[in-house]
């Protein structure tokens, strides 16, 4: 596991890291849908 600073400007960076792993969560969550969409289409 990584070491992490406990200072503010770490605290800061893992945020912004949470934020874009979230986003790109979401993002797949739409893909997903879509392609679920699309495939009950062809049935």
């Known amino acids: 596991m ?3 600073n406990p200072t503010r400007m770490e605290l800061m960076k ?3 890291q949470i934020v874009l ?3 790109g969560r ?4 739409e893909k997903m849908e879509a ?3 699309e495939f ?3 049935m």
């Open 2 to 4: 990584e070491q992490v």
């Open 14 to 16: 893992k945020r912004s």
């Open 21 to 23: 792993a979230e986003q």
């Open 26 to 29: 979401d993002l797949l969550k």
């Open 35 to 37: 392609l679920i969409q």
């Open 40 to 42: 009950l289409k062809i």
